[in-house]
């Protein structure tokens, strides 16, 4: 079939081999590569019940049949296991300049088993693997690393990810990273690559993916760089970016502040995308093969962090350590950003546990003194955190982890193990479902349902009418992942635009019934994954204090039963039975 290699490149850690194994026609008909791919090779393929940091939990790194070709938003990558922060389904994805030089090894997947004895570092290419030794760079930052191993290969085209200390030392929400900032690996695949002692990938090759329609392929690129040109979204992600996220949520009152016993950030304004413009004098950075330029690429213009170069930091950053944290200063969120992207941690968890810790320090639950809003004491304790000692040898084991030590169940905020993004559900209600929904725990990313919210498509409706809106949203972000394309190209990217994608590139003639279809499948595939883990209906929650406890000038609370008829709503209309088990 068009748009595939129809290979999945197998590496043994210990044994230091490889071998390719062929994908048939009807198996990536069905998956489409990507998501699709990945989640059947970890039901079929990853030990049931195995221990996240075990030798045997797969990684495994997916392309889709969009990768290295000329699709806007195509530049990206998708990494899956078994989480050891949730324990359940794992998958991150990461932009920059990495997927093409992937794609060009002439695989549609790699899979990683094993341990291997010592560091190690991978070479791959449509030549083979090169396993070199990693020692001298183990305790190095993610930084040092990436320029080290493309120094020594000498290869200047080549795309390199990279662990930093915090996944070496199995921190729970270590993440991957790629072209210095860009990251993969909420849910902590930084560890399970940790855990298998591999500190860097470098791929390059010269395969190219034969596409089904080339001619139409063109067409359909020019189309839609005229449908972006004046958009009024594509100007929004241009001109500011995901910081311009910062005024409306909390014009919504669903900005998460301190430690989320607020829904709005006094002095909010100093986090907004026009004071960054001031202090960091952004410019757009895209990822390849893309207009819509959301990256930031941000030099600290004063203050003691001066001259500092960073892209970002992106909205969920400034939530994190600017709303959870209390720290009013771009300049300081930009400096914890790069210390979260050197130690190579998950800025969203690692700002919510750093809240935590200074909640539990203002309760009394611990001795040591963390005050809300000092950015050193936050650098300090995400150290801490990647090399596992002090408190940070509490926090980073996660949120459910310190929530025990510490005698907090009832103050954290996470769904199965996972810190919501953002979105506080108690200012927009849909997001509830969706972090209750979300296989990897508390996520917006699978749905990004605060744009039907904020854009009034669910005013007015049934409970049965925006569950439906819901799984639309849904489904059609499953095939953004199967395919791999950026969801921030969702606007443009509608289910027709979609299905053209798919025909250019594969050949198949799919409309939006025969897409849904698949997508549904993948769900369901995600689901079952979960469930064989553990699982259960009962873990489709969300934290007590969202329904309890009021924020915003409204005081909004989520309505308990309207949460669980919705949640009801959504396993009936997934075909789910009440356990929330797949039924067909």
Known sequence: MKGFFNKVLWIDLPERTFHAEDMDDDTLQKTLGGKGLATRLLLERNPEGVDPLAPENLVILALGPVSDTRIFGSSRYGLFTKSPQTRLFSESYSGGHVSEHMSRCGYDAFVLNGRSDEPVYLDISDQGVTFHDAQHLWGRDTYETEDTVKDELGIPKCGILSIGPAGENKVTFAVVENNYWRSAGRTGVGAVLGAKNVKALAFHGEQQREMAGPDSLDAFVKKVMAAGKGNKGVEAYRNFGTPMMVGLTNSLGAF???????????????????????????????????????????????????????????????????????????????????????????????????????????????????????????????QDIANARGLGAVLCKGIRHAAREWGMEDIAIHVKGLEPAGYDPRGLKGMGLAYATSPRGACHLRTTFYKAEVTGMLDGKSIEEQVKIFLDFEDRLVLHDMLIVCRFYRDLYPWEELSRIVSVTTGLDLDQEALRKMTSSVVDATRMFNLREGLSAADDCLPERFFKEPVGEHKETLDRAVFENSLKEYYRQRNWSVEGVPLS
């Open 256 to 382: 998460p502040t301190r430690y989320w016993h607020e829904g709005t950030l006094e002095g909010w304004e100093h986090l907004s995308a026009e004071r960054m413009q001031d202090q960091l004098k952004p410019s757009p950075k895209a990822c390849s093969r893309c207009f819509m330029a959301c990256g930031k690429l941000s030099k600290v213009q004063d203050g003691r962090h001066t001259g500092l170069t960073i892209e970002g930091p992106e909205y969920e950053t400034i939530y994190s350590f600017g709303g959870l944290c209390l720290i009013r200063d771009l300049r300081e969120i930009a400096y914890l950003n790069d210390v979260c992207d050197r130690l190579g941690v998950d800025t969203i968890s690692a700002g919510n546990l750093c809240a935590f810790a200074m909640e539990a320090s203002e309760m009394g639950k611990i001795s040591e003194k963390v005050p809300y809003g000092d950015p050193d004491v936050v650098a300090l304790l995400l």
